[in-house]
């Protein structure tokens, strides 16, 4: 075999490697992104659920909860800050969602799945005050899906 053949094969490999390795590349990439997918969804239902476990797990927190979406203004000042910083929480969490949605090309259905979830917040008494208090508090994009449900309301 002459120099130039073997330079041709060795030339042959190369690209085959180079092949290859694109192929790993793009197969380890596209198995990165479902992880961070995963990942995203898991840290936005961690969030919800601890909301969540905060109400079940304490009845002073239940019943602020309640009668804060019922009328805020009945809620002592004390009470009025957990009330808020409830409501806050349940929707940042779902912003979260709003978020991954965007960033992270999660599922539309996972943020749509949300939506029942802040029209039930925002048309509460407590929930039209907090948002017209503290909306400007959230990303923009987000806000604007919020106003567009309560307008629905």
């Known amino acids: 075999m002459n120099w130039e053949a073997l330079g041709a094969l060795g030339e042959i490999v190369g690209a085959l490697a180079v092949f ?3 192929i790993y590349l793009a197969v380890q990439i596209r198995q990165n992104t479902m992880a961070v ?3 995203a969804i898991d840290a936005a239902i961690l969030h919800i659920s601890n909301v969540r476990q905060a109400l079940f797990g304490d009845d002073d927190l ?3 909860y309640i009668r804060g979406n019922a009328d805020p203004t009945s809620l002592n000042e004390k ?3 957990r009330y808020r910083l409830l409501i806050h929480n349940i929707l940042m969490g779902i912003s979260n969602v709003h978020a991954q949605t965007a960033l992270t090309g999660l599922a539309t259905s996972n943020w749509e799945s ?3 979830v802040i029209e039930r917040v925002v048309s509460t008494s ?3 005050w907090f948002w017209d208090t503290y909306r400007d508090e959230f990303e923009e994009t987000f806000r604007g899906e ?3 449900l309560q307008n629905r309301s």
Request: glycine letters at 10%; hydrophobic letters at 45%; zero cysteines.
């Open 146 to 148: 919020v106003d567009t």
């Open 126 to 128: 407590g929930g039209t």
């Open 79 to 81: 009470e009025l800050v």
């Open 114 to 116: 949300q939506l029942p």
């Open 37 to 39: 997918r995963a990942s």
């Open 62 to 64: 239940v019943d602020i």
């Open 20 to 22: 290859l390795t694109l």
